[in-house]
Protein backbone atom coordinates (compact mmCIF):
# COMPACT_ATOMS: atom_id res chain seq x y z
CA UNK A 1 0.00 0.00 0.00
CA UNK A 2 1.28 3.33 -0.77
CA UNK A 3 1.13 5.52 2.19
CA UNK A 4 0.93 9.23 1.62
CA UNK A 5 4.05 10.40 3.82
CA UNK A 6 5.89 8.45 0.47
CA UNK A 7 6.02 11.58 -1.55
CA UNK A 8 6.94 14.37 1.24
CA UNK A 9 10.20 15.09 0.19
CA UNK A 10 9.24 14.87 -3.36
CA UNK A 11 7.49 16.63 -5.91
CA UNK A 12 7.50 16.80 -9.89
CA UNK A 13 9.60 18.34 -12.61
CA UNK A 14 8.16 18.20 -16.35
CA UNK A 15 6.52 15.31 -15.59
CA UNK A 16 9.31 13.40 -13.44
CA UNK A 17 9.55 12.78 -9.54
CA UNK A 18 12.35 15.14 -8.41
CA UNK A 19 13.53 16.26 -4.70
CA UNK A 20 11.57 19.04 -3.30
CA UNK A 21 14.56 20.85 -2.55
CA UNK A 22 16.02 20.88 -6.35
CA UNK A 23 13.01 21.51 -7.56
CA UNK A 24 12.61 24.96 -5.98
CA UNK A 25 15.45 26.10 -7.99
CA UNK A 26 15.11 24.15 -11.33
CA UNK A 27 15.34 27.55 -12.91
CA UNK A 28 18.81 27.83 -12.45
CA UNK A 29 19.36 24.55 -13.87
CA UNK A 30 17.47 25.28 -16.97
CA UNK A 31 19.38 28.40 -17.27
CA UNK A 32 22.64 26.93 -16.71
CA UNK A 33 25.79 28.17 -18.75
CA UNK A 34 27.92 25.29 -20.24
CA UNK A 35 31.49 26.19 -21.55
CA UNK A 36 32.01 24.14 -24.61
CA UNK A 37 34.99 22.21 -23.30
CA UNK A 38 32.68 20.85 -20.30
CA UNK A 39 32.08 17.09 -20.50
CA UNK A 40 28.81 16.26 -18.90
CA UNK A 41 28.31 12.70 -17.12
CA UNK A 42 24.99 11.63 -17.09
CA UNK A 43 23.17 8.45 -15.45
CA UNK A 44 20.06 7.21 -13.92
CA UNK A 45 20.68 7.06 -10.29
CA UNK A 46 22.69 3.94 -8.92
CA UNK A 47 24.18 3.18 -12.33
CA UNK A 48 27.81 3.52 -11.38
CA UNK A 49 28.16 7.31 -12.03
CA UNK A 50 30.94 7.70 -9.18
CA UNK A 51 32.64 4.83 -10.93
CA UNK A 52 32.89 7.23 -14.29
CA UNK A 53 33.51 9.93 -12.84
CA UNK A 54 36.09 8.97 -10.94
CA UNK A 55 37.30 7.11 -14.41
CA UNK A 56 37.18 10.60 -16.10
CA UNK A 57 38.68 12.82 -13.44
CA UNK A 58 42.03 10.25 -13.74
CA UNK A 59 41.79 10.77 -17.47
CA UNK A 60 41.91 14.40 -16.92
CA UNK A 61 44.91 14.72 -14.40
CA UNK A 62 46.82 12.00 -16.27
CA UNK A 63 46.77 9.38 -12.90
CA UNK A 64 48.16 11.73 -11.27
CA UNK A 65 46.34 10.37 -7.98
CA UNK A 66 47.61 13.30 -5.51
CA UNK A 67 45.00 15.31 -7.58
CA UNK A 68 41.98 13.05 -6.57
CA UNK A 69 42.23 13.62 -3.01
CA UNK A 70 39.02 16.18 -2.60
CA UNK A 71 35.50 13.97 -1.88
CA UNK A 72 33.73 13.17 -5.40
CA UNK A 73 31.13 15.79 -5.42
CA UNK A 74 33.71 18.88 -4.85
CA UNK A 75 35.43 17.90 -8.04
CA UNK A 76 32.45 16.76 -10.41
CA UNK A 77 29.68 19.33 -9.46
CA UNK A 78 26.49 17.60 -9.32
CA UNK A 79 24.50 19.94 -11.55
CA UNK A 80 20.69 19.77 -9.97
CA UNK A 81 22.00 19.01 -6.65
CA UNK A 82 20.91 21.65 -4.20
CA UNK A 83 20.82 21.48 -0.41
CA UNK A 84 20.31 24.38 1.47
CA UNK A 85 23.55 25.90 2.78
CA UNK A 86 24.86 22.36 2.06
CA UNK A 87 25.39 21.50 -1.67
CA UNK A 88 24.81 23.66 -4.80
CA UNK A 89 25.42 22.23 -8.00
CA UNK A 90 24.84 25.19 -9.78
CA UNK A 91 26.79 27.37 -8.18
CA UNK A 92 29.81 25.21 -7.17
CA UNK A 93 29.95 24.84 -11.30
CA UNK A 94 29.45 28.94 -12.16
CA UNK A 95 32.33 29.25 -9.82
CA UNK A 96 34.92 26.37 -11.18
CA UNK A 97 37.83 27.07 -13.60
CA UNK A 98 37.74 25.10 -17.34
CA UNK A 99 37.68 21.96 -17.94
CA UNK A 100 34.51 21.44 -15.43
CA UNK A 101 33.32 17.54 -15.31
CA UNK A 102 29.70 17.99 -15.02
CA UNK A 103 27.34 15.41 -12.65
CA UNK A 104 23.99 15.01 -14.41
CA UNK A 105 20.98 12.48 -13.93
CA UNK A 106 18.56 14.02 -15.94
CA UNK A 107 17.22 12.86 -19.09
CA UNK A 108 18.11 13.97 -22.25
CA UNK A 109 15.66 16.26 -22.64
CA UNK A 110 15.98 17.87 -19.71
CA UNK A 111 19.43 18.64 -19.61
CA UNK A 112 19.76 22.48 -20.48
CA UNK A 113 19.90 23.30 -23.65
CA UNK A 114 23.60 24.92 -23.17
CA UNK A 115 25.30 22.09 -23.31
CA UNK A 116 23.73 20.92 -26.66
CA UNK A 117 24.32 24.65 -28.20
CA UNK A 118 27.22 24.35 -27.21
CA UNK A 119 28.05 21.16 -28.21
CA UNK A 120 29.72 19.84 -24.97
CA UNK A 121 30.70 16.07 -24.81
CA UNK A 122 28.41 13.71 -23.29
CA UNK A 123 28.99 10.41 -21.37
CA UNK A 124 26.04 9.05 -20.67
CA UNK A 125 26.39 5.46 -18.42
CA UNK A 126 23.60 2.93 -18.47
CA UNK A 127 22.84 0.03 -15.79
CA UNK A 128 20.37 -2.87 -16.10
CA UNK A 129 17.51 -1.60 -14.35
CA UNK A 130 17.41 -4.72 -12.08
CA UNK A 131 20.43 -4.10 -10.75
CA UNK A 132 20.02 -0.43 -9.91
CA UNK A 133 16.42 -1.36 -8.60
CA UNK A 134 18.03 -3.11 -5.81
CA UNK A 135 20.97 -0.78 -5.32
CA UNK A 136 18.31 2.22 -5.41
CA UNK A 137 16.63 0.06 -2.67
CA UNK A 138 19.75 0.18 -0.42
CA UNK A 139 20.32 3.96 -1.23
CA UNK A 140 16.46 5.27 -0.16
CA UNK A 141 17.60 3.57 3.49
CA UNK A 142 21.07 5.19 3.74
CA UNK A 143 20.95 8.39 2.12
CA UNK A 144 18.73 11.09 3.83
CA UNK A 145 15.36 13.10 1.94
CA UNK A 146 14.43 9.37 1.06
CA UNK A 147 10.75 8.03 2.74
CA UNK A 148 10.71 4.31 3.81
CA UNK A 149 10.88 1.67 0.85
CA UNK A 150 8.79 -0.81 1.84
CA UNK A 151 9.61 -4.34 1.67
CA UNK A 152 11.66 -5.01 -1.64
CA UNK A 153 8.34 -5.98 -4.25
CA UNK A 154 6.65 -2.82 -3.51
CA UNK A 155 10.15 -0.93 -3.93
CA UNK A 156 10.28 -2.41 -7.65
CA UNK A 157 6.71 -1.41 -7.78
CA UNK A 158 7.36 2.20 -7.19
CA UNK A 159 10.73 1.67 -9.51
CA UNK A 160 8.38 -0.02 -12.30
CA UNK A 161 6.07 3.00 -11.73
CA UNK A 162 8.63 5.54 -12.06
CA UNK A 163 8.07 6.96 -8.85
CA UNK A 164 11.26 7.36 -7.52
CA UNK A 165 13.52 10.64 -8.07
CA UNK A 166 14.68 10.86 -11.84
CA UNK A 167 11.46 8.77 -12.62
CA UNK A 168 10.84 5.88 -15.14
CA UNK A 169 14.10 3.98 -15.66
CA UNK A 170 12.58 3.29 -18.76
CA UNK A 171 12.07 6.49 -20.45
CA UNK A 172 15.26 7.84 -18.77
CA UNK A 173 17.07 5.28 -20.71
CA UNK A 174 15.33 5.32 -24.17
CA UNK A 175 16.10 9.07 -24.06
CA UNK A 176 19.69 8.68 -23.92
CA UNK A 177 19.70 6.13 -26.12
CA UNK A 178 18.08 7.84 -29.09
CA UNK A 179 20.89 10.29 -28.71
CA UNK A 180 23.71 7.81 -29.27
CA UNK A 181 24.64 8.75 -32.66
CA UNK A 182 24.78 11.99 -32.31
CA UNK A 183 28.82 12.49 -32.23
CA UNK A 184 29.30 13.79 -28.89
CA UNK A 185 27.32 11.57 -26.97
CA UNK A 186 29.17 8.21 -26.20
CA UNK A 187 27.01 5.89 -24.58
CA UNK A 188 28.29 2.84 -22.27
CA UNK A 189 27.29 0.23 -20.25
CA UNK A 190 28.20 -0.57 -16.77
CA UNK A 191 28.24 -4.16 -17.93
CA UNK A 192 30.73 -3.68 -20.38
CA UNK A 193 32.99 -2.00 -17.94
CA UNK A 194 33.19 -5.09 -15.13
CA UNK A 195 33.63 -7.33 -17.83
CA UNK A 196 36.29 -5.26 -19.77
CA UNK A 197 37.20 -1.92 -17.79
CA UNK A 198 40.24 -1.55 -19.70
CA UNK A 199 38.83 -1.72 -22.89
CA UNK A 200 36.38 1.06 -21.65
CA UNK A 201 38.58 3.11 -20.11
CA UNK A 202 40.58 3.42 -23.48
CA UNK A 203 37.41 4.35 -25.58
CA UNK A 204 36.21 6.95 -22.80
CA UNK A 205 40.04 8.29 -23.43
CA UNK A 206 39.72 8.15 -27.08
CA UNK A 207 36.17 9.63 -27.07
CA UNK A 208 37.81 12.51 -24.71
CA UNK A 209 40.50 12.99 -27.29
CA UNK A 210 43.44 11.49 -25.34
CA UNK A 211 45.98 9.26 -26.24
CA UNK A 212 45.39 5.68 -24.81
CA UNK A 213 48.89 5.09 -22.81
CA UNK A 214 49.02 1.41 -21.24
CA UNK A 215 50.70 3.11 -18.40
CA UNK A 216 47.98 5.61 -17.49
CA UNK A 217 45.30 3.31 -18.01
CA UNK A 218 47.32 0.61 -15.78
CA UNK A 219 47.03 2.92 -12.97
CA UNK A 220 42.92 4.01 -13.76
CA UNK A 221 42.17 0.43 -13.33
CA UNK A 222 43.82 0.39 -9.73
CA UNK A 223 42.33 3.19 -8.96
CA UNK A 224 39.09 3.13 -9.79
CA UNK A 225 38.73 -0.66 -8.72
CA UNK A 226 35.70 -1.52 -6.32
CA UNK A 227 38.19 -1.96 -3.63
CA UNK A 228 40.36 1.13 -3.77
CA UNK A 229 37.18 2.89 -4.60
CA UNK A 230 35.51 1.47 -1.27
CA UNK A 231 38.35 2.33 0.64
CA UNK A 232 39.15 5.89 -0.36
CA UNK A 233 37.67 8.56 1.17
CA UNK A 234 37.58 10.70 -1.25
CA UNK A 235 35.38 8.47 -3.32
CA UNK A 236 33.29 6.80 -0.87
CA UNK A 237 30.68 9.86 0.37
CA UNK A 238 32.16 8.60 4.02
CA UNK A 239 32.96 13.05 4.40
CA UNK A 240 29.38 13.52 4.41
CA UNK A 241 27.35 13.56 7.65
CA UNK A 242 26.19 10.77 8.98
CA UNK A 243 22.70 12.38 8.83
CA UNK A 244 23.02 12.91 4.79
CA UNK A 245 24.51 9.35 4.41
CA UNK A 246 24.25 6.39 6.78
CA UNK A 247 26.73 3.91 6.06
CA UNK A 248 26.02 1.81 8.86
CA UNK A 249 22.77 0.62 7.34
CA UNK A 250 24.48 -0.18 4.13
CA UNK A 251 27.57 1.54 2.41
CA UNK A 252 27.72 3.59 -0.62
CA UNK A 253 29.79 0.88 -1.99
CA UNK A 254 27.99 -1.64 -1.96
CA UNK A 255 28.62 -4.41 -3.86
CA UNK A 256 29.97 -2.98 -6.80
CA UNK A 257 28.65 -6.44 -9.29
CA UNK A 258 26.37 -7.23 -11.85
CA UNK A 259 23.60 -9.41 -11.28
CA UNK A 260 22.58 -9.10 -7.46
CA UNK A 261 19.43 -8.94 -8.47
CA UNK A 262 19.03 -12.32 -8.12
CA UNK A 263 19.56 -12.69 -4.80
CA UNK A 264 16.37 -10.23 -4.40
CA UNK A 265 14.01 -11.06 -7.11
CA UNK A 266 11.63 -14.08 -6.83
CA UNK A 267 10.89 -16.21 -9.37
CA UNK A 268 7.05 -14.23 -9.88
CA UNK A 269 8.64 -11.03 -9.53
CA UNK A 270 11.10 -11.19 -12.08
CA UNK A 271 8.43 -12.90 -14.57
CA UNK A 272 6.38 -9.65 -13.61
CA UNK A 273 9.44 -7.08 -13.99
CA UNK A 274 10.09 -8.81 -17.64
CA UNK A 275 6.75 -8.36 -18.81
CA UNK A 276 6.76 -5.15 -17.79
CA UNK A 277 10.02 -4.53 -19.27
CA UNK A 278 8.88 -5.72 -22.43
CA UNK A 279 6.22 -3.37 -22.18
CA UNK A 280 7.97 -0.32 -21.26
CA UNK A 281 10.71 -0.72 -24.20
CA UNK A 282 8.86 -1.86 -27.08
CA UNK A 283 10.39 -0.79 -30.41
CA UNK A 284 14.04 0.25 -28.77
CA UNK A 285 16.67 -1.21 -30.31
CA UNK A 286 18.61 -1.14 -26.70
CA UNK A 287 19.59 -4.46 -25.23
CA UNK A 288 21.18 -4.24 -21.33
CA UNK A 289 22.81 -7.43 -19.91
CA UNK A 290 21.45 -8.47 -16.79
CA UNK A 291 24.38 -10.51 -16.08
CA UNK A 292 27.63 -11.04 -17.80
P1 LIG B 1 25.64 -1.35 -5.72
O1 LIG B 1 24.68 -0.67 -4.77
O2 LIG B 1 24.96 -2.34 -6.60
O3 LIG B 1 26.83 -1.89 -5.04
P2 LIG B 1 26.05 5.70 -8.35
O4 LIG B 1 27.46 6.15 -8.22
O5 LIG B 1 25.44 6.00 -9.68
O6 LIG B 1 25.21 6.14 -7.19
O7 LIG B 1 26.08 4.11 -8.34
C1 LIG B 1 26.39 3.40 -7.17
C2 LIG B 1 26.58 1.95 -7.54
O8 LIG B 1 27.83 1.82 -8.27
C3 LIG B 1 26.70 1.05 -6.33
O9 LIG B 1 26.17 -0.20 -6.73
C4 LIG B 1 28.22 1.02 -6.14
O10 LIG B 1 28.67 -0.05 -5.36
C5 LIG B 1 28.67 0.90 -7.59
N1 LIG B 1 30.08 1.26 -7.78
C6 LIG B 1 30.72 2.37 -7.33
N2 LIG B 1 32.04 2.32 -7.63
C7 LIG B 1 32.23 1.16 -8.29
C8 LIG B 1 33.39 0.53 -8.86
N3 LIG B 1 34.59 1.09 -8.78
N4 LIG B 1 33.22 -0.67 -9.46
C9 LIG B 1 32.01 -1.25 -9.53
N5 LIG B 1 30.89 -0.71 -9.01
C10 LIG B 1 30.99 0.49 -8.40
Known amino acids: MMDSSYFENFTEVHGIIMYKEFAQYWDDVEAFQARPDDVVIATYPKSGTTWISEIIYMIYKESDVEKCQDATY ?8 RAEGIMNGVKQLNEMLSPRIVKTHLPSEQLPNSFWEKNCKMIYLCRNAKDVAVSYYYFFQMASGHPNPGTF ?27 RENPH ?14 KEIKKVMQFLGRKPSEELVEKIVHHTSFQEMKNNPAT ?26 KNYFTVALNERFNMHYEQQMKGCTLNVRTEI
Not at 153 to 179: A, C, I, L, N
Request: proline letters at 7%; a negative charge; aromatic letters at 18%.
Open 236 to 261: NYTTLPEEAMNHKVSPFMRKGITGDW
Open 74 to 81: NRIPYLEC
Open 185 to 198: VLFLFYEDMKEDIR
Open 153 to 179: PEFVEKFMDGQVPYGSWYKHTRSWWEK
